[in-house]
């Protein structure tokens, strides 16, 4: 699936009740060079979806469960966290540490980034007793 298949495929599933688990379908059987792929692209959200709408709101899920996969693919026994609210997106486990991350994504016509955006205090709130906590966003969007 490329970048212009998810943002289509998105589009086409965004009002079905089931859509978070028609999406994680989707992704669960990708490759890895597909899944790299994905990961260079998924940062940036698509400027056809409307500010605050179901579609962005779903593209961010995509972000997630592309997250949750990598983790998964790196030996890291991983899921997304369904709960919205005050937890972090990904949770990650293995037999030596637990991880809990952050996924975001943002729109390139939207350049003034904060330290808000990024939510590193609450991402260490969320960690509790989990061994680390970890932001992943695109490089380019960070700020210098």
């Known amino acids: 699936m490329n ?6 495929f998105v589009e086409s599933i965004v009002g079905e ?4 688990d028609v999406l994680e379908d989707k992704i669960q059987g990708i490759s ?8 260079l692209r998924c940062g ?18 995509y972000c997630d469960i ?3 996969q990598t983790f998964n693919m790196l030996g ?7 709960v919205r609210g005050d937890s972090a997106d990904v949770l990650g486990v293995t037999s ?3 991880i809990v991350a952050d996924a975001k994504a943002f729109r390139l016509s939207r350049t003034a980034k ?6 590193i205090a609450a991402l260490d709130d969320w960690r509790k007793e989990k061994t680390y906590a970890c932001l992943v966003a695109p490089l380019y969007q960070y700020p210098s």
Do not use: G, M, T
Request: net charge positive.
């Open 76 to 82: 890291i026994k991983s899921k997304v966290i369904r």
């Open 96 to 98: 030596s540490y637990s």
């Open 17 to 20: 009740e089931n859509a978070f």
């Open 66 to 68: 592309l997250l949750c």
């Open 32 to 39: 890895r060079v597909q899944l790299s792929e994905n990961l």
């Open 114 to 119: 904060n330290q808000k955006d990024f939510k």
């Open 3 to 8: 970048r212009s298949d998810a943002i289509s």
């Open 44 to 61: 940036i959200i698509p400027e056809r979806y409307a500010h605050d709408s179901s579609e962005e709101k779903l593209w961010a899920k």
